[in-house]
């Protein structure tokens, strides 16, 4: 029984902390961006289902703690079209049921009558604090854990390796991957790993000279914090070791933008593989493998901590900290995507009636709703199935019945 507890503790309040403080960090970037703009507010939850706790401020809003922490919401008031944008007549007729209740003027407090950038500023601030959220998450890991301080100038070429194949040679200096600036071998093995077999533009400096080195990538298959197995880019390089040094508050902030921008673009790159077929679909991951990584993660963690005599404390949040920046950048991205339902879905129909000059017809959004619900429950689905898959769950069940 003990041991049961202990591992519903490891894996499942990790995962429901991380999981509730990204989505709730997401609902209030709508929330705090629409009471500046002004507008009426039903209700705003903290996870869903029955309210455990809810109260009314001042404004008539209700704050409302649910008992299902999985995430939370916004809901605007008068919200009840299935796609949150009423058409021409559907608005035509909500301003006439609202002057009628409320009086003339009324209607300015609505979402659908705000000025449309007000309305596109409103949708974006949800990415957006998910955006802001792995900045914050990531300065405050390198203000408590110091940033990596290590040279990018290679201390041996493993033979037959892509790096020995593009010509490296020990002893030179890696300054460029492509675009990106390198300064540390951290910031090498990061835009590698996630580039496997892709030729990669390397400047290198040696003897006084800058060389352009062009290397691909092999793939190798390492262990998964989701679960099986996970492709990864591997150059053959290695470098001396690095250390990590204390930094202070400005600098830990500058580092946490580059490394949420470094992610950003990185897993915008790996989605445009995936959808290309450059990567395979399996690496997709659900809700199922966010919380076995989280798990896993927090177990190793412990177990780390017990092996070195330190405090599980601080070996946890070294892990949970980066995974939930990482999670937060992921979902900011993900909501951005041009798919009814999602942010970035809300963001395609302003963008008609910013050109139409009025939104799209009611039974197109309802379609558009249904098409998205249907693709993402889908891909979902898939990726839970995937997730399924690394925990040999079907293996388990069908060892039942052989």
């Not at 796609?83 to 209607?107: T, W």
């Not at 892709?198 to 679960?227: K, M, Y």
């Not at 690496?283 to 017990?306: E, N, P, R």
Request: net charge positive; proline share 4%; aromatic share 10%.
């Amino acid at each position: 029984m003990m041991a049961f507890l202990q591992s519903a503790v490891v894996y499942v309040a990790p995962f429901l902390l991380v999981i509730s403080l990204i989505v709730t960090i997401h609902e209030l970037g709508h929330l705090l961006t629409a009471k500046a703009f002004g507008v009426a507010i039903d209700c705003f939850s903290i996870g869903f289902g029955r309210a455990l706790v809810s109260w009314r401020d001042r404004s008539g809003m209700e704050w409302r703690i649910a008992w299902i922490p999985l995430g939370g919401y916004v809901r605007f008031a008068g919200d009840e079209n299935v796609a949150s944008v009423p058409d021409h007549n559907n608005l035509d007729a909500m301003r006439r049921a609202i002057v009628a209740r409320e009086g003339v003027g009324a209607e300015r407090k609505y979402l659908p009558f705000k000025p449309l950038w007000q309305r596109v500023a409103i949708v974006l601030a949800g990415p957006a604090a998910n955006f802001v959220l792995g900045v914050v998450l990531f300065a405050a890991f390198f203000m408590a854990f110091g940033e990596p301080v290590s040279t990018s100038r290679v201390s041996e070429v493993i033979p037959a390796g892509a790096a020995a194949r593009a010509g490296f040679h020990a002893g030179d200096l890696v300054v460029r991957a492509d675009s990106k600036p390198i300064r540390t071998f951290e910031d090498l093995q990061f835009y590698v790993q996630y580039r496997g077999g892709v030729p990669i533009d390397f400047a290198v400096q040696r003897d006084g000279r800058l060389l352009h080195l062009v290397a691909r990538p092999d793939t190798r298959q390492v262990d998964s914090a989701f679960g099986g197995k996970q492709d990864v880019g591997v150059l053959g390089l290695a470098a001396r070791g690095g250390r990590q040094a204390a930094v202070n508050p400005v600098r830990a902030l500058q580092l946490g933008v580059e490394k949420t921008w470094d992610v950003t673009t990185t897993t915008v790159f790996y989605l445009g593989r995936m959808v290309t077929g450059q990567v395979g679909a399996d690496q997709m991951h659900s809700i199922v493998g966010i919380g076995v990584a989280t798990g896993s993660l927090t177990q190793q963690a412990v177990d780390q901590a017990k092996v070195a005599g330190v405090s599980w404390v601080v070996t946890v949040a070294y892990v949970l900290i980066q995974l939930a920046a990482l999670i937060s950048v992921s979902m900011g991205i993900l909501n951005l995507m041009p798919i009814p339902v999602l942010d970035g879905g809300h963001l395609l129909a302003f963008a008609y009636e910013a050109i139409a000059k009025r939104p799209p017809a009611a039974a197109v959004q309802a379609a558009g709703y249904r098409a998205g619900l249907a693709l993402l429950v889908g891909l979902m689905l898939f990726a839970t199935w995937n997730d399924l898959g690394r925990q040999k769950v079907f293996h388990f069940f069908g060892s039942l019945f052989s």
